[in-house]
């Protein structure tokens, strides 16, 4: 036969047992007592005005040695739990911000990158177009200096001519010169004729008087 281990708390919780249900059953009686539960509320009546009355004193002297009550360390204890809210709303909203400005921050990157580069083509097409102009600057700055030249060349075409026509000129004077010395030369010849027959004919009058 197995022994029973003993337990020396078994009493006790027994004990307790009855005991708890005997202050039931007293409570029940008094709580069916209409006697006692007018001298309850009476009672609560008074415990609440003298619990009242002291928490006014209370604060009356906590305020007098500028001491902290219990409704200030209630207010605290709500005012610290509504900043503990709101700063936890704030980290919500300084990390959604965080992450606004993240993405913004990659767009202007990639804004960036965008406007560096179209700098970059618009430097290379204003290099190559200041290239050009200056090419095109010589090409004009030549072709006025051919136009000049070609001017020039006109200017000695025109005195050319004008040279030709003098030499033309002087070539028909020459030609009437010439025509002018033959017609002289034959308007000379019958002079000098006619002198030699005189000149003949006076040296045979002077042969014939001697």
Known sequence: MSKEKYDPYKGFRDLTGLWEKQMNSLL??????????????????????YMELLKKNQETMANLMNMPTKSDVQNVAKLTIQAEEKIDALEEQIWNLQDSFTEINKGNMEFFGELVSLSKEMKTEL?????????????????QKLRKELSDTNVLIAELQELRQGLAETSSLKSELQELKQELAQYQEPKTEAKEEKKELELAGVGLGK
Do not use: I, Q
């Not at 290099?127 to 072709?143: F, G, Q």
């Open 127 to 143: 290099e190559k177009n200041a290239k050009e102009l200056r090419e095109t600057k010589k090409v004009k700055a030549d072709l």
């Open 28 to 49: 029940m009686a008094w709580a069916d007592n209409s006697e006692f539960v007018k001298l309850s509320n009476r009672s609560m009546a008074t415990h609440s005005r």
